[in-house]
């Protein structure tokens, strides 16, 4: 099997960025397995005929107020006290998207998810808008020019592309979504699972 976990990532999910809090104390466990891989959920909504649970169950008030009952559990299961629901949600993240796909490109992806995903969900900014976003980058001390040009070339835009048609040829068909080889898990619920089948087809 393969010696990692796929974790395909959209700034724009608040369940993703609650999995990536999650994922230190997991590693520590069965070590750094997880590779993220930045995917526009725009597109696989559209490729799928999916929709957000916002959107999807708006006229179901309990299904809503149910939803915010599991996060905050799953914050206190994990010690995620930073938390905070974006004012400006949803955000259009193909910025985003493609400026992670430069800061793969650049080397520092791990700084770009770390500045942004805070950005959005804990310091309740507007990341999908150019001028923020910038601020952002510049803040955490970031090649913030490199990464909008980069962002901008043909190369990145097709990776974005490549990456998020390869989550829906897997079945895919929201974010976040986890492989474990080729098994495939939806939510931030099923960490638990993720991580019991790795161990299980490691061994």
């Known amino acids: 099997m393969s010696a990692t976990i796929d974790f395909y990532f ?7 960025y609650l999995c990536l809090r999650a994922l230190p104390g ?10 993220i891989k930045p995917v526009l959920l725009g597109g696989v909504f559209k490729a799928t005929n999916n929709r957000s649970p916002v959107e999807a169950f708006a006229g179901i ?17 994990h010690g995620i006290t930073a ?31 770390e500045a942004v995903a805070s950005a959005m969900w804990e310091r ?31 190369e990145v835009k097709q990776a974005l592309i490549d ?22 898990f939806f939510g931030k619920d099923r960490l638990r699972e993720v991580e019991n089948e790795f161990v299980r087809e490691r061994a």
């Open 10 to 16: 959209d700034f724009g999910s608040p369940n993703a």
């Open 26 to 35: 997991i590693e520590a466990r069965i070590g750094k397995v997880f590779t």
């Open 61 to 77: 008030p309990a299904k809503l107020a149910y939803d915010r009952m599991e996060i905050e559990r799953f914050c206190k299961r």
């Open 83 to 113: 938390f905070k629901f974006n004012p400006f949600f949803p955000i259009n993240t193909l910025i985003l998207m493609r400026g992670a796909h430069a800061a793969a490109k650049l080397g520092v992806l791990d700084r770009y998810i």
């Open 124 to 154: 309740e900014l507007n990341a999908g808008d150019p001028q923020v976003l910038a601020t952002i980058l510049t803040e955490a001390g970031l090649p913030t020019e490199d990464l909008f040009r980069e962002a901008q070339t043909p």
């Open 163 to 184: 990456a998020t048609q390869e989550l829906i040829d897997r079945g895919g068909f929201g974010i976040p979504t986890f492989f474990v080889g080729d098994e495939m």
